[in-house]
Antibody, heavy 119, light 106 residues
Framework: QITLKESGPTLVKPTQTLTLTCTFS??????????VAWVRQPPGKALEWLAL???????RFSPSLRNRITITKDTSKNQVVLTLTNMDPVDTATYYC???????????WGQGTLVTVSS | DIQMTQSPSTLSASVGDRVTITCRAS??????LAWYQQKPGKVPKLLIY???SLESGVPSRFSGSGSGTEFTFTISSLQPDDFGTYYC????????FGQGTKVEIK
């Protein structure tokens, strides 16, 4: 049974760096073709794909956020960490991590964590 | 950047109706396209991957087709539980979601 859970701060100040951790179970990030993605959703708005790390450590980023995002994996801890620098109120959103299987869909999602950016 | 444009943005249909949503990519994404359903306050649910493959456990009334830049998602006979917002997602290299189509039951 695959599960994922996001953790991190619920409130950050403008210009700060957001660090979110995705802790998962039921799969290994050493399995070929598997990945963990981050997706966010501002309140009442559409989904926005942020980043993805594959089991081989190949990383993909949203072009619009490439210069603000890092994504790292710790295979031994079953964790993926997303950092987003220079936070702004427009970054207020529910942040999800999700399991990407080898045909590409995001088939398992965490419950999401709401991050508010406010001074 | 690859932009994904869905149409319509909203639709209202009756139970039993055939419902079709279109997703257009700004450049070729081959068949690397997925469809999701999201209900209010809930996590997105994968319905279709690789343009036309039905995710395990998803009812057969849901289907997808297309390749390249034009994709279609169809609900063959709309059911009361099918309300929600539907998103397409390309994953040809990085990934992008469409802006969503809200489906309401008349």
């Amino acid at each position: 049974q695959i599960t994922l859970k996001e953790s991190g701060p619920t409130l950050v100040k403008p210009t700060q760096t957001l660090t979110l951790t995705c802790t998962f179970s039921g799969f290994s990030l050493s399995t070929s073709g598997v990945g963990v993605a981050w997706v966010r959703q501002p309140p009442g708005k559409a989904l926005e794909w942020l980043a993805l790390v594959y089991s081989n450590n190949d990383q993909r980023f949203s072009p619009s956020l490439r210069n603000r995002i890092t994504i790292t994996k710790d295979t031994s801890k079953n964790q993926v960490v997303l950092t987003l620098t220079n936070m702004d109120p427009v970054d207020t959103a529910t942040y999800y991590c999700a399991h990407r299987f080898d045909y590409g869909g995001l088939d398992y999602w965490g419950q999401g964590t709401l991050v508010t950016v406010s001074s | 950047d690859i932009q994904m444009t869905q149409s319509p943005s909203t639709l209202s249909a009756s139970v039993g109706d055939r419902v079709t949503i279109t997703c257009r990519a700004s450049q070729n994404v081959n068949s690397w396209l997925a469809w999701y359903q999201q209900k209010p306050g809930k996590v997105p649910k994968l319905l279709i991957y690789k343009a036309s493959s039905l995710e395990s456990g998803v009812p057969s009334r849901f289907s997808g087709s297309g390749s390249g830049t034009e994709f279609t998602f169809t609900i063959s006979s709309l059911q009361p539980d099918d309300f929600g917002t539907y998103y397409c997602q390309q994953y040809n290299s990085y990934s992008t979601f469409g802006q969503g189509t809200k489906v309401e039951i008349k």
